[in-house]
């Protein structure tokens, strides 16, 4: 990677020209100067189309909303029941021809940027690279380029992609230009089990509870125009409202950013994949939403988590740790959402076509579900909108796995229930590492755990009616025998690759598999 990063273009248009935000397109380095004046659309259409957590809608909205706010007059600020409308009355589509366009940063999403481009033929805008990412996307086409899953040629290697971006803006590095500590990767010393006794992390290592942002007047007034499109306009939200968790100004994310570093950030690495039934924010930074609104940016946190390891002495696993997930995993995940093509996100390699059961969908298990790592999981995102990446990926995509759901009614549920979903961040994360319905490009095994991985990684287990170590009977668990049926289910392609071949033969060995499979084929849809 040599051409200069995202991060440090300079200006692509002249700043006079009006800057069309989308809403998650929110911090300074969207406009190419302090003053340029700025034109931010709101339409609650989208509400109407697709069941949002609520807490999701209050987001965006209050983060748009705060955004005009602070721009003050140089925002033109227009609300509308429809995008289209909302474009003509900000004067995109309306402008006389003598106007200057707007101009706008490239979106997020291959719909939106379908959108961009034909405005951009009809000459209502210019349309300017994407900003907020480690590197520009024709910088990860060149440094993908050659490396195709073909034999002989190197694969996508997230770890490869990641020492590139560390390289390429001087992250973390020695003065000989290595990895700073002599490693690049610091995943052994990090990842412990969970600490069951202690309950708490605060109790465990003295993590204190986040920073959580004040609601304002701009919160308040939100929530009232969501009750209204609830009464009045029949919209429908899944999850329960509540104070607002997440930042949305670039204060609050600041402030949320060096309250993580002072006092979280020291535990991050070591309780990275552990899950604790009293503690539901971990050493988490809960900095997906500002990041994904783009009030700060990823480069910029990044910097600051080494400025904390290099002037305050944190703990170099836990800072390598964090900035593995801010400009590795996050970047890597963007970069192959444009790399792999739209087609990718509709990908189904493992056939599963089975629908989402309504007490998954609607996050409300109340009573129904007995598992207690998906009822606290489940309880957790219909209260919060927010789970972290493990039970993301081993408790909800886990079981959706073993059951054989749909990929794509997943990708959706994911989009819409969490705080942070995006499209850009389903691919890779729910159609590849998840699901696997990608046949293997973002991850070379599928992600398939029985219970005795949530057993070593939480506290759920002891207080829960099933037993972790069986797979048959009243108290089997779940993800056990879901563990054996999946494997029976998928046995030649599991036998065909060398990192999974040891489950089909563990499979041969048991002496009751075909029960099993029929135990969970009965158990069908019903919550477990
Ligand atoms: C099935 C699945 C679905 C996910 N869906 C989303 C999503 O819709 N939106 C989203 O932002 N993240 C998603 N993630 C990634 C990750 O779970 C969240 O970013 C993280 O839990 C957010 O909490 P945090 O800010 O406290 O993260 P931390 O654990 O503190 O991590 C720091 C930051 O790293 C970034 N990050 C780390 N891993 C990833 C990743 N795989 N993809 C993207 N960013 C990453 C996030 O910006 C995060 O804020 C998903 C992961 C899985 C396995
Ligand atoms: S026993 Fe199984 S279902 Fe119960 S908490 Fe443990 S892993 Fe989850």
Not at 174 to 184: N, T, Y
Request: with cysteine; charged share 25%; glycine share 10%.
């Amino acid at each position: 990677m040599s051409a200069t990063d995202a991060g440090d273009q300079p200006p692509q248009s002249a700043p006079a020209t009006r800057r069309w935000l989308f809403a998650d397109q929110l911090g300074p380095h969207f406009l190419d100067a302090a003053d340029q004046p700025a034109l931010l659309l709101e339409s609650t259409s989208v509400f109407t189309r697709r069941r949002f957590h609520r807490r999701k809608a209050h987001l965006v909205l209050s983060a748009l909303r705060h955004r005009a706010a602070e721009l003050g007059d140089q925002a033109r600020y227009v609300r509308a029941a429809t995008y289209r409308e909302a474009l003509a009355q900000g004067g995109v589509t309306s402008a006389a021809s003598t106007e200057a366009p707007v101009s706008v940063v490239d979106p997020t999403s291959y719909g939106a940027r379908r959108l961009v481009r034909r405005l951009q033929a009809q000459g209502h805008v210019q349309v300017l690279g994407s900003r907020g990412y480690a590197i520009a996307e024709a910088q990860f086409e060149h440094w993908a380029a050659g490396r195709g899953a073909e034999p002989g040629q190197r694969r996508l290697l997230m770890e490869d992609f990641y020492r590139d971006v560390r390289r390429h803006h001087r992250l973390l590095l020695d003065a000989d230009g290595g990895p700073e500590g002599g490693r690049w990767n610091f995943d052994e010393d990090n990842r412990e089990p969970a600490p069951k006794r202690a309950g708490t992390l605060q109790v465990a290592a003295g993590v204190p509870e986040p920073w959580w942002p004040t609601e304002d007047d701009v919160d308040a007034q939100v929530r009232e125009d969501l009750d209204r499109l609830v009464r009045d306009e029949g919209v429908e939200f899944v999850g329960d409202d509540g104070p607002r968790r997440f930042a949305v100004t670039r204060a609050e994310a600041l402030a949320v950013l060096e309250d993580f570093l002072a006092h979280r950030l020291e535990a991050f690495g070591t309780y990275e994949d552990a899950m604790l039934r009293g503690d539901r924010w971990m050493a988490h930074s809960l900095l997906s939403v500002p990041l994904n609104l783009g009030v700060v940016h990823p480069v910029e946190v990044a910097r600051r988590a080494e400025q904390a390891y290099r002037e305050d002495g944190v703990r170099l696993a836990s800072v390598e740790g964090f900035v593995r997930q801010v400009v590795g995993w996050r970047e890597y995940v963007w970069q192959l959402y444009w790399h792999l093509g739209e087609e990718f996100r509709d990908r189904n390699a493992l056939g599963h076509t089975e629908p989402l059961p309504a007490w998954f969908a609607d996050l409300d298990a109340r009573g129904e579900v007995g598992a207690a790592c998906l009822s606290d999981v489940l309880g957790q995102l219909r209260e919060e909108g927010w789970v972290h990446h493990i039970p993301r990926l081993m408790v909800l995509g886990g079981y959706a796995l073993q059951r054989g759901w749909s990929p794509q009614e997943l990708r959706d549920w994911f989009h819409t229930s969490f705080v942070d979903g995006y499209d850009w961040v389903m691919t890779a994360n729910v159609i590849g590492m998840s699901q696997h319905a990608d046949g293997g490009v973002v991850a070379t095994k599928p992600y398939w755990s029985g219970g005795a991985y949530i057993d070593r990684m939480s506290d759920y287990c002891g207080g829960c009616r099933y037993d972790p170590k069986k797979r048959l009977g009243e108290d089997a668990c779940p993800f056990t025998a879901g563990y054996w049926a999946f494997t029976a289910r998928h046995e030649e392609l599991l036998a065909s690759n060398r990192r999974t071949a040891r489950a089909v033969t563990g499979l041969h060995r048991l002496p009751d598999a075909d029960a099993v499979v029929a135990q969970e084929r009965e158990r069908g849809p019903a919550a477990p």
